[in-house]
T-cell receptor
Framework: GAVVSQHPSWVICKSGTSVKIECRSL??????MFWYRQFPKQSLMLMAT?????????EQGVEKDKFLINHASLTLSTLTVTSAHPEDSSFYIC??????????FGSGTRLTVV | GESVGLHLPTLSVQEGDNSIINCAYS??????FIWYKQESGKGPQFIID?????DKRQGQRVTVLLNKTVKHLSLQIAATQPGDSAVYFC???????????FGTGTRLKVLA
C-alpha cells in the first residue's frame, strides 16, 4: 500500500529559528501533497496544497511567507516554518494520494518552539 | 460554506460492545467520504471509505453507513476492542477540489 514518510517526528527549536519538515511518498508518485496543522484535541486544518513543480496553494489565513512549501519532486514536499514562535508549536501532518482513493497521511511532526 | 461536524465529542463503550460514531456534513454535492482513526501522537490512519452511490459498506469489524437525504454518515465498530481507543474523524470530499473537510473528531474510549 501507499506509504508516506514524514521527518522529523518531533523537533524542538528556539524562537526565531526556522524548521524544515519533509514529506515523502515512498512507493508512489504524488503530484499533490497536503499540509495540515493540528492543535491538541482539535481536528486537522488544511494549511496548503503542495503542487509538484509549481507554487503551493495556501488556505485563507495561512501566511505563505511564514510557511514555505516546496514540492521539488514527485516524491518530496517540504514545509519550512520560518522565524518560528511559540504559537507555531503544533502537530504538522502531510498527506498524499488521490481524490478518488483517499489520502495516506504521514506520521506527523510535533513542533515545539521554546 | 462546507462544514462537517460530529455529534459526540467523546464516546465511552464497554469492551465487546458495538460503537457508533456519527458525522454530519453540509454540502449535498460531496461524493466521497472517509473515516480515519488517529492514535495519540500519530497521523490519521485510513479505516474505510464510501462513495455517494452507496448506502453501506462493510470492512473488517467496521461498517460505514451513508444517508444522503439527511447528509449523515456513521461508523459502526463491532465488538469494540481496547485497541480501538482513538480519535475518529470523518472526512468529506469538497466537490471540484482535491480537498477533504475533516470533522471535529470523536474520542472513543473502550472500557475494560
Amino acid at each position: 500500500g501507499a506509504v508516506v514518510s514524514q521527518h522529523p517526528s518531533w523537533v524542538i527549536c528556539k524562537s526565531g529559528t526556522s524548521v524544515k519538515i519533509e514529506c515523502r511518498s515512498l512507493d508512489f508518485q504524488a503530484t499533490t501533497m497536503f499540509w495540515y496543522r493540528q492543535f491538541p484535541k482539535q481536528s486537522l486544518m488544511l494549511m496548503a496544497t503542495s503542487n509538484e513543480g509549481s507554487k503551493a496553494t495556501y488556505e485563507q489565513g495561512v501566511e505563505k511567507d511564514k510557511f514555505l512549501i516546496n514540492h521539488a519532486s514527485l516524491t518530496l514536499s517540504t514545509l519550512t516554518v520560518t522565524s518560528a514562535h511559540p504559537e507555531d508549536s503544533s502537530f504538522y501532518i502531510c498527506s498524499a494520494g488521490g481524490v478518488n482513493y483517499g489520502y495516506t497521511f504521514g506520521s506527523g511532526t510535533r513542533l515545539t518552539v521554546v | 460554506g462546507e462544514s462537517v461536524g460530529l455529534h459526540l465529542p467523546t464516546l465511552s463503550v464497554q469492551e465487546g460492545d458495538n460503537s457508533i460514531i456519527n458525522c454530519a456534513y453540509s454540502n449535498s454535492a460531496s461524493d466521497y467520504f472517509i473515516w480515519y482513526k488517529q492514535e495519540s501522537g500519530k497521523g490519521p490512519q485510513f479505516i474505510i471509505d464510501i462513495r455517494s452511490n452507496m448506502d453501506k459498506r462493510q470492512g473488517q469489524r467496521v461498517t460505514v453507513l451513508l444517508n444522503k437525504t439527511v447528509k449523515h454518515l456513521s461508523l459502526q465498530i463491532a465488538a469494540t476492542q481496547p485497541g480501538d481507543s482513538a480519535v475518529y474523524f470523518c472526512a468529506v470530499s469538497s466537490p471540484g477540489t482535491y480537498k477533504y473537510i475533516f470533522g471535529t473528531g470523536t474520542r472513543l474510549k473502550v472500557l475494560a
